[in-house]
């Protein structure tokens, strides 16, 4: 699930009212707390090494050039269409200022190698008596890969200046517990899902305060963050019970219980789902928390400033679960395409474990986000300073 694009984003939390000691002081009972549990649950579930040591059996990885091509007629009875092979300068890896014979690469998936073509080869020179020692089994894309990555910071730091530095910061923050918090603690044989609340709950403090500022409407925002993930957790272990899903309705949950005996599928399966739903719980969580803070000087009553902010609300998160459905419905366009051209009755279909994994994450994250709306704007309201209340010592948070 990506992340919104958030109404909030362009404000300048700095520019709201401030908020009273009272508030400042409610909300730090409440968030200190939950940042400490989190730092130690960090601490507690944090993974040794998991990369396994490569084996003779593995391979060796190499990279290389294609410096020629040779085509041939393939056997009548061949399944491919290429056959032949190239001439593959290795310039990095074992055999490297060598030139290697390769056969033409075959299967789904594989492109035409042309001269100058830059691949990845693996090296395993007991793989077939008698055969070829290297072979191709990737391209290449290390430089336009960082190309891509200049061109989109790029963007970001032109467009939103100093917010772009610190929403990179957050981006970095986030990528960071990913790689080498959760996924390492998973295998390492650390509960899915409770792994998947920490390091969203990690993410959500760190990605927030760095990208909004620390402050009262940050704060509310956290705060609606971490009880939207709590709710979306909740109701997708109920459902995931509910419709007996094992998490191994993909060909990749399928391998990973193959070769990593004892992983827990179905905690990994409410793991996505928590992580996935934190993409866009936060852009309604913040944009919630300033429209309450823009309508606070306006308002009446607390009924009145909640009654309008929920209107904004419904708004946002009308376009917000389309674009949840739509990232879905984009990763999962294969199964899609299977689905129009199989035969299968369609009860059946929607019914299948690999379907219904979909559906239910779809439908949880939607719920989750729906209920960030009001539970974000209740404890806005709750905090907000109105006209015409006791006037307290106002301190920003």
Not at 2 to 29: E, K
Not at 85 to 110: K, N, S
Request: proline residues 5%; glycine residues 10%.
């Amino acid at each position: 699930m990506s992340h919104g694009h958030g109404h909030s984003h362009g404000v300048d939390v700095a520019t709201l009212p401030t908020a009273s000691r009272r508030t400042r002081r409610i909300l730090t009972a409440v968030l200190v707390p939950a940042a400490l549990l989190t730092l130690v649950a960090l601490v507690v579930l944090w993974p040794g090494s998991v990369r396994g040591e490569p084996t003779a059996a593995d391979g060796e990885r190499a990279l290389g050039t294609v410096v020629a091509v040779a085509e041939q007629a393939c056997p009548a009875d061949a399944p491919q269409r290429r056959c032949g092979a190239a001439t593959v300068r290795v310039i990095d890896g074992p055999g490297a200022g060598t030139d290697q014979q390769v056969d033409l690469p075959q299967g789904p998936g594989t492109t035409a190698l042309h001269v100058d073509d830059d691949v990845v080869l693996l090296h395993f020179p007991e793989a077939v008596p008698g055969g070829r020692a290297y072979a191709v089994v990737d391209r290449q894309r290390a430089a336009p890969m960082i190309w891509l990555l200049v061109l989109a910071v790029g963007v970001i730091l032109a467009f939103g200046r100093r917010r772009g530095v610190s929403s990179l910061a957050g981006l970095a923050v986030s990528f960071g517990v990913l790689l080498l918090f959760v996924v390492p603690a998973i295998l390492d044989g650390s509960a899915p899902l409770l792994v998947a609340v920490v390091g969203a709950s990690a993410i959500m403090f760190a990605a927030l305060y760095l990208t909004h500022g620390v402050n009262v409407h940050t704060s509310v925002a956290v705060a609606g963050t971490l009880a939207s993930l709590v709710l979306t957790g909740v109701l997708g272990a109920v459902f995931t019970s509910a419709m007996h899903l094992s998490g191994a309705g993909s060909d990749d949950s399928a391998y990973l219980s193959v070769t990593r005996a004892g992983l827990d599928l179905r905690g990994l399966l409410l793991a996505g789902i928590v992580i996935g739903a934190l993409g866009v719980l936060d852009d309604v969580t913040v944009t919630q928390a300033v429209t309450v803070a823009e309508l606070t000087p306006a308002a009446t009553s607390r009924w009145a400033l909640f009654q309008a902010a929920i209107r904004v609300g419904r708004a946002h998160v009308a376009l917000a679960v389309n674009t949840i459905v739509l990232a879905y419905a984009g990763a999962s366009l294969p199964l899609l395409l299977l689905i129009a051209a199989g035969n299968a009755p369609l009860g059946e279909l929607l019914t299948s474990e690999f379907l219904a994994q979909e559906i239910l994450r779809s439908a949880v994250g939607t719920i989750g986000l729906v209920a960030s709306v009001p539970i974000t704007t209740g404890l806005a309201v709750l905090v907000a300073e109105l006209r015409g209340e006791p006037v307290r010592a106002r301190h920003r948070m």
